[in-house]
């Protein structure tokens, strides 16, 4: 079986949920509070394993208890933790997140030790698989790492996936090596200029993205509204799934691990970019950026109980 190899950050989510966000100066009471496994390579890599892909997780621990814990997450949810590196006097990176009542989300990371994984790194690791299709990165560690995986994935004939979260971590040069990028709105303007909050908005964003960056494949998220895919001057809106969400965090990393499984099966690009919005439509109704992810299983009774076809 082809594997997927995921590259970025590992985080101890620490989540307060809420009525509404204090503004500055200002004490509200939460409602709760609940530590949960984050960071977006660890996201996407829990996502690709839970649909029942083989995944190798490259990134970066610290040698504390977070670090620990973790990996020990990782484990049971089936991900190869082999390729991680552990950093001593570092501490694991962390997110402070605030989840309000309508289920939006504010984050402030901490990045620790994903900050210590280094281009060299990248190369005595990924050159130590042999049996991935595709990559999937972000942008939530150092540059130098995300480029350095992008060249060896594309030597390797690898497909390779960039989410371009978040929007100011995001570097002109790592598109180049993408075949497909998976902005969100924010994402969307900081590289575009575009608001991309309608079908016809969104089209201008992806043919932006091709005439100004080269780029041929993207999906232009548009969070409840739902998504546009371009494909090679093709255009497709695909509608978002009805539920009513109670977590969104983790719902891009859902949905990109998603992708990078259906791509991986050979799907065509329509297919897995259908199949994502499911995954992380589930998702949203979860708590926990990683425990909320479905499994493949829970994915395909959700399908068989609403008479949705995957493809």
Not at 36 to 55: D, E, M, R, Y
Request: hydrophobic share 40%; net charge negative; with cysteine.
């Amino acid at each position: 079986m082809s594997s997927i190899t995921v590259v970025g950050s590992i985080n101890m989510d620490i989540v307060a949920m809420t009525d509404k966000y204090p503004s500055h100066g200002e004490t509200v009471f939460g409602n709760s509070m609940v530590l949960f496994s984050g960071g977006k390579g660890a996201n996407q890599a829990t996502a690709c394993a839970k649909l029942g892909k083989k995944v190798y997780l490259i990134g970066a621990i610290g040698e504390d208890a977070f670090g620990a814990e973790l990996t020990k997450r990782l484990v049971q949810n089936c991900v190869d933790t082999t390729l991680i590196k552990i950093v001593p006097n570092v501490p694991t990176g962390s997110a402070l997140i605030t989840v309000d009542s309508s289920a939006e989300n504010t984050m402030l990371v901490i990045k620790g030790a994903n900050d210590s994984l280094t281009a060299e790194d990248i190369l005595e690791r990924i050159n130590t698989i042999e049996d991935s299709k595709v990559l999937l990165i972000q942008m939530e560690i150092p540059v130098e790492a995300v480029i350095q995986a992008m060249k060896e994935a594309k030597r390797k004939g690898m497909f390779v996936i960039l989410d371009p979260a978040p929007a100011e971590g995001i570097v002109l040069e790592a598109l180049q090596y993408a075949d497909i990028i998976t902005p969100n709105l924010q994402e969307t303007y900081t590289l575009t200029g575009i608001k991309a909050d309608s079908e016809e908005s969104a089209i201008k964003a992806a043919e932006h993205f091709h005439l100004h960056f080269g780029m041929k494949k993207s999906i232009i998220k548009m969070g409840g509204s739902g998504l546009v895919l371009y494909d090679e001057g093709k255009t497709l809106f695909i509608p978002p799934l009805k539920v009513k969400a109670i977590d969104t965090v983790g719902a891009g990393d859902s949905f990109a691990g998603a992708l990078a499984c259906a791509i991986a099966d050979g799907k065509t690009l329509e297919e897995a970019a259908k199949f994502a919005v499911i995954v992380s439509g589930i998702k949203v109704t979860r708590k926990g950026a990683q425990d909320g992810i479905p499994t493949l299983e829970e994915v395909k009774q959700y399908c068989k109980e609403n008479g949705i076809t995957t493809g």
